[in-house]
């Protein structure tokens, strides 16, 4: 069975620090004409996502880590099954903290995580992950607690203070029906403080301190 594969070309703005080796995979991996459509078989199709794949972590990698567009935001997340809200503020350069109020239909749980951010071709885009722990209430077990890794990417979009998130949360339970979770989440974040720019001022300041 053919697997249909759609790439459309777009025009991407690389810093100097971005690497040249990449760039010469990128030639030889997708289409060399603007929206060029190509179809091909299940196998090769894949080995040219992972490909892909591969690309945009070591393109990842390879670039600093930037600071997020925000100090502190709050929105909603949901995972399919439990339902809330969610709070990141910044606590240090690149890291956040996060705190997480959720309810499904027979449990309620808090959870708090603290995540490392990671610049993605820019501050915009991000990919993080972290670690935290929770403690809930369910119906019919009573308390629980666990222990929760988490992964994920985030966009701001341009021009609005919101901030999308997709991550993969797994956890680990004690004293809950089941023992550990696998959730993907999505969150949808308002920016209540943004990043603040330094000013002209705070130039002066840094180069006083350097002098």
């Known amino acids: 069975m053919a697997l249909f594969c759609v790439v459309e070309a777009q025009t991407v703005r690389f810093g100097s620090g971005f690497p040249a080796y990449l760039l010469v995979i990128m030639f030889f991996l997708l289409p060399s004409k603007p929206g060029f459509l190509f179809i091909t078989h299940g196998a090769h199709c894949l080995r040219r996502l992972a490909a892909l794949l591969l690309l945009v972590?070591?393109?990842?990698?390879?670039?600093?880590?930037?600071?997020?567009?925000?100090?502190?935001?709050?929105?909603?997340?949901?995972?399919?099954v439990n339902y809330g809200l969610t709070v990141q503020q910044v606590f240090l350069p690149k890291a956040t903290l996060e705190g997480l109020a959720m309810i499904a239909p027979r449990e309620r749980s808090l959870t708090v995580l603290a995540e490392r951010h990671f610049g993605i071709l820019g501050p915009s885009l991000n990919y993080y992950f972290g670690a935290g722990a929770?403690?809930?209430?369910?119906?019919?077990?009573?308390?629980?607690?666990?222990?929760?890794?988490?992964?994920?990417?985030?966009?701001?979009?341009?021009?609005?203070?919101?901030?999308?998130?997709?991550?993969?949360?797994?956890?680990?339970?004690?004293?809950?029906?089941?023992?550990?979770r696998f959730p993907t989440g999505f969150s949808v974040r308002y920016i209540i403080?943004?990043?603040?720019?330094?000013?002209?001022?705070?130039?002066?300041?840094k180069k006083g301190k350097d002098d």
């Open 193 to 205: 403080v943004k990043q603040k720019k330094p000013g002209i001022f705070d130039i002066f300041k």
């Open 57 to 80: 972590l070591a393109a990842a990698l390879a670039l600093p880590a930037s600071a997020q567009k925000y100090r502190t935001a709050a929105g909603l997340r949901s995972d399919g």
């Open 134 to 180: 929770h403690v809930g209430n369910h119906k019919d077990d009573g308390a629980f607690w666990g222990i929760d890794g988490i992964v994920g990417a985030e966009y701001k979009i341009a021009f609005i203070p919101v901030v999308l998130s997709l991550d993969f949360k797994p956890t680990f339970e004690f004293g809950s029906a089941d023992w550990n």
